[in-house]
């Protein structure tokens, strides 16, 4: 197999990329302080969706959660997110059908959460703030924190651009080895 030609296929896994270790990627720990920051919600989170189990992690927090947090996804206000890869803004979870988790577990009243994509462009999570009061968010802060999650979402294809260099190079000692 010649090096040029070698290609990672498939979807990383997020173990693999560090994405469920704790202390979180420093990038998304600034980045959620500073969503913290501006829209002035309750409380923030990078929250990773664990495909393996079926559940949200929250990872990089701000004062108010305990990062390794982890709720069921099925039912989550998020769980659109995972599916459509949009930002989600649910106004009132305390009356939502649903029984959004968040609002049982967290005590939050209402979300606002922006989509991190992984190297394939799927959602692996969601940068997301919580109001404990239920709150309509305006567009301004949905283009913030869109804005926001993209950052992370830089900090993860770039992990994820290593995670493939470290790959390849491991792929070429061994046809080395070969030769």
Known sequence: MDIQNYSVTGRYDLDRLGLLDLPPLKAAAIVTETA???LQP??????????GTGEAVL???SRRFKAGTRYAMYAS????IRENGETISAT???NDTCGAPEYAMLGMGSVLAAPVLGPDQYPIG???????RARIWPQMDHTR??????????EVILRASFATLE??????????ARV
């Open 167 to 176: 790959l390849m190079a491991v792929e070429r000692s061994s046809l080395r």
């Open 92 to 94: 009132d979870l305390a």
């Open 36 to 38: 913290f920051d501006i």
């Open 145 to 154: 924190l869109e804005n926001l999650a993209y950052l992370i979402t830089q």
């Open 126 to 132: 969601a940068l997301t703030v919580f109001d404990q």
């Open 59 to 61: 990872q990089a927090v």
């Open 42 to 51: 309750t409380a923030a989170a990078f929250v990773v969706f664990d495909e």
């Open 77 to 80: 206000a998020l769980s659109d």
